[in-house]
């Protein structure tokens, strides 16, 4: 009886020294007494879920060792399952988030285009009072406009023309103004003075390079200036031609000018046609001056000859 105790002993100790845990793909230890690998236990069949096979041997002599090993063996086989079952829910997780995002990203992307071709869309052709909408077809250039000093700011003031129209004058250390026929200062810039104001335009602000501020001996207003059409948001542009157009001219053609050219072009045109916004002059094939205004819906260009004297609009 001790001799067959002490041998079950010393086969559990052998078996126990050897086993290591197994992977679920890994192959089974050997059964000790027939060197085959080892049948699904009882206990395993009911862990594992496995069904018994009809030609399943009858229960080894050393089932207590063999029931102890599945025990043992499941821990790893359930670990690896709940791995598995882990990383997949993350994965779904993160395809989940991908596709979120991916939708968030489209709408975003689909609104904003939509919000630019809207606004694109809705900008008038012209500017009228209050400083909206424009019809320049340019970047800012030397050009100038007219009208009544406003509010007057440290470097800064607005004028409004004739037309309605709202201008800001931006004041530099370089802007230079004169009164009449004479240098002044700053100071000379008052609300509900007359001036003229020179410089670099982009849409109704002006860079200032030179205030005129003009008196009463300027004399009477040109009979054209009763012509100007004001800007009115929703009313028909206005199509009509006075004077002499050049023969050559074909919109959109000639060089863009800027200097003493350019001022003496604008000094004309205003005198002339008081009340827009000149934005940009240019110089025609034939060596007459293009003058292009906004703020008005007429005139749109004023055309001055090579002494710079006004000879007709349209």
Known sequence: MNDQHSGYLSLRSAVMSDYEAISPRETRPSDPESGKPSEPTALEELQGGTAPSPLQSPPSSN??????????????????HLSHMRRGLIVAAALIGSVTGLVVGVGGSSSAGAAQL?????????????GQGSNARSGPAAGGSSGT???????????????????????????KYEKGTSSAAKSAVTKGEHVLVLGTVSSTTIKATQ??????????????A????????????????????????????GTIVSGTTANNATKAALAAYPGGIVDRVVKLSNGEYEVHYIGVNWP???????????????
């Open 63 to 80: 089932w207590p060792i063999s029931a102890t090993m599945t025990g043992q063996r499941s821990r790893p086989t359930m670990r690896a």
């Open 211 to 224: 205030v005129l501020v003009q008196t009463s001996s300027t004399g009477p207003k040109p009979s054209t």
């Open 300 to 314: 749109h260009h004023v055309f001055v000859n090579q002494d710079f004297k006004v000879v007709g609009a349209n």
């Open 149 to 175: 000093v406003g509010n007057v700011a440290k470097s800064s003031f607005t004028l409004t023309t004739s037309a309605g129209q709202e201008v800001t004058v931006d004041e530099q250390s370089s802007t």
């Open 118 to 130: 809207e606004n694109s869309n809705s900008s008038p052709a012209h500017l009228g009072a209050g």
């Open 226 to 253: 009763a012509t100007v059409v004001p800007f009115q948001r929703g009313a028909a542009e206005t199509s009509k031609q006075a004077g002499q157009i050049p023969a050559s001219y074909s919109q959109g053609s």
